[in-house]
T-cell receptor, first 116, second 114 residues
Framework: GAVVSQHPSRVICKSGTSVKIECRSLDFQATTMFWYRQFPKKSLMLMATSNEGSKATYEQGVEKDKFLINHASLTLSTLTVTSAHPEDSSFYIC????????????FGPGTRLTVL | KQEVTQIPAALSVPEGENLVLNCSFTDSAIYNLQWFRQDPGKGLTSLLLIQSSQREQTSGRLNASLDKSSGRSTLYIAASQPGDSATYLCAGAYSGGGADGLTFGKGTHLIIQP
């Protein structure tokens, strides 16, 4: 149980295009999902908290207009990187917390974004 | 601002040894701490979760402890195996305004020599 998937696992795009990454909780409902970013040889940094049915809460320094988050259902959150640039190239990982309780976060396998 | 520090940054030991990875955090208002494993280019595998009210958790050859008063957690790996080679991350969960994502340390890169 507690499986989180991400799609795509890897994406390469041209500078200026937008990329959407999906995060799904497969066997549980998640009122809260989190988006993290990991640069090479660095640790994970929280970007934003995604709450079902409401606006996402962004961490300081994260541009909300550049990283659009939508949490339209209890099993799906999407992160759209708009007008991507090479400096946005990173490993993006989502996590989800089971709405039935508990504090544990379950992580997806990550999405490798490369912007040319 | 919460900070999580992991020492050492890298560790290489022969197979079969017991070892301890250290994690320290600056904010005692932590409500749980998780240890993860990350293989190169992969996502995170949750190893152990310790609630703030707990002192330790065990799973197989792994034992994690939590001491809120000193701001420390340790991950003990018994009888290490080459398959344990990975980066180990600790992360603290703090409650604050609903934005309670995890604060991660930079990890300990572990190599178990066959």
């Amino acid at each position: 149980g507690a499986v989180v998937s991400q799609h795509p696992s890897r994406v390469i795009c041209k500078s200026g295009t937008s990329v959407k990454i999906e995060c799904r909780s497969l066997d549980f409902q998640a009122t809260t999902m989190f988006w993290y970013r990991q640069f090479p040889k660095k640790s994970l940094m929280l970007m934003a908290t995604s709450n079902e049915g409401s606006k996402a809460t962004y961490e300081q320094g994260v541009e909300k207009d550049k990283f659009l988050i939508n949490h339209a259902s209890l099993t799906l959150s999407t992160l759209t990187v708009t007008s991507a640039h090479p400096e946005d190239s990173s490993f993006y990982i989502c996590s989800a917390r089971d709405r039935t309780g508990g504090n544990e976060q379950f992580f997806g396998p990550g999405t490798r974004l490369t912007v040319l | 601002k919460q900070e999580v520090t992991q020492i050492p940054a890298a560790l290489s030991v022969p197979e079969g040894e017991n070892l301890v990875l250290n994690c320290s955090f600056t904010d005692s208002a932590i409500y749980n701490l998780q240890w993860f494993r990350q293989d190169p280019g992969k996502g995170l595998t949750s190893l152990l979760l310790i609630q703030s009210s707990q002192r330790e958790q065990t799973s197989g050859r792994l034992n994690a402890s939590l001491d809120k008063s000193s701001g420390r957690s340790t991950l003990y790996i018994a009888a290490s195996q080459p398959g344990d080679s990975a980066t180990y991350l600790c992360a603290g969960a703090y409650s604050g305004g609903g934005a309670d994502g995890l604060t991660f340390g930079k990890g300990t890169h572990l190599i178990i020599q066959p």
